[in-house]
């Protein structure tokens, strides 16, 4: 049996990657400082006896007796709403925090893979975003505290796969929604659809012009398996949905499929804010024969379930 070391394993997308992994016969060890993450998101699965959660934050050196084949690095707040509130401590997590999972991923001689982001591709100016893009993003803005600490996370991978032989891999994560995503998230997804559910003005930003492509968890998970799976020790690969559309379409797309009454608010752009973000996925179509299934529409319904039972309770 193959064990699978995950980092913010309790956060959205890294529960629904412990669960993954659990399902592929994996023994999984989940690790969170319970910061964004939560532990409703794995208390489905902390039963099955091949799951071990340790709350624990990557900022301090890790320190785990068993056998370790994969080390999946999801460590990182990574809504919008937190660049402001905890600026340093996403810095020193996708620093400091990406260096001590490299650092026990090398003293276990395992495959190592860092979740990055297409904040790495800033405000583009070219569009799609392919991997050999440098990008255009302002180092000291009220973003940069994600965008260059996950820049430099990219940088520290790389690196030491080729001064140190690491077995690692980075991915590009571009905008990804389903269940599990936090409420207060801050990301378009999840605000559009509490607000629907409540009958609250949708807030957008700007003309609503600005576009973004919108990834289904399950489809990005597969993709991110894959990724570790294969031979790419040193890739660098986007994984996201291609299907571009403006935040306006996605406005009223929600209002329609949650039979909302809300109308539309439009407020100022926020500083920095990308005006495109649409991934070129040719480089996973041909290294990992990976592409996006779920439709828009699909994943919006099963995302807009979760939500209802969620916004209820809450």
């Not at 260096?99 to 860092?114: D, H, P, T």
């Not at 207060?184 to 559009?192: E, H, T």
Request: hydrophobic fraction near 35%; glycine fraction near 8%; proline fraction near 5%.
């Amino acid at each position: 049996m193959k064990t699978s070391v995950v980092t913010g394993g309790a956060g959205f997308i890294g529960s629904h990657l412990c669960e993954y992994l659990l399902g592929k016969g994996e023994r999984v060890i989940a690790i969170d400082n319970l910061g964004s993450g939560n532990r409703d998101n794995i208390e489905g699965f902390t039963r099955n006896g091949d799951f071990i959660f340790i709350k624990h934050d990557v900022r301090k050196p890790l320190k785990i007796t068993d056998e370790v084949d994969y080390f999946y690095n999801l460590a990182s707040r990574a809504s919008p709403v937190d660049f402001d509130r905890f600026p340093i401590e996403i810095l020193m997590t996708n620093s400091l925090g990406t260096y001590n999972v490299i650092n026990i991923a090398m003293e276990q001689k395992a495959r190592f893979l860092m979740a990055s982001t297409s904040e790495s591709y800033g405000d583009p100016d070219v569009s799609p975003q392919s991997e050999t893009y440098w990008g255009h993003v302002n180092p000291v803005g009220p973003r940069s505290c994600y965008d260059e600490s996950k820049r430099f996370s990219e940088a520290l991978t790389t690196t030491f796969v080729r001064h140190q032989d690491l077995d690692g891999r980075v991915v590009r994560i571009f905008n990804t929604y389903g269940p599990r995503m936090k409420l207060d998230d801050g990301r378009v997804v999840p605000n559009f659809i509490t607000q629907a559910l409540s009958n609250k003005p949708l807030t957008v930003y700007g003309t609503g012009s600005q576009t973004r492509s919108f990834c289904y968890v399950s489809d990005l998970i597969h993709g991110i398996y894959l990724m570790m799976h294969k031979n790419t020790k040193g890739e660098v690969v986007n994984l996201g949905n291609p299907n571009e559309m403006t935040v306006l379409e996605l406005a009223k797309t929600i209002i329609k499929m949650t039979g909302s009454r809300s109308e539309i608010e439009y407020k100022p752009l926020p500083v920095n804010d990308p005006l495109q973000r649409r991934p070129d996925i040719t480089k996973a179509k041909a290294l990992l024969g990976w592409e996006p299934d779920v439709s828009l529409d699909a994943g919006l319904e099963n995302t807009i379930t979760w939500f209802r039972d969620n916004v209820k309770k809450n």
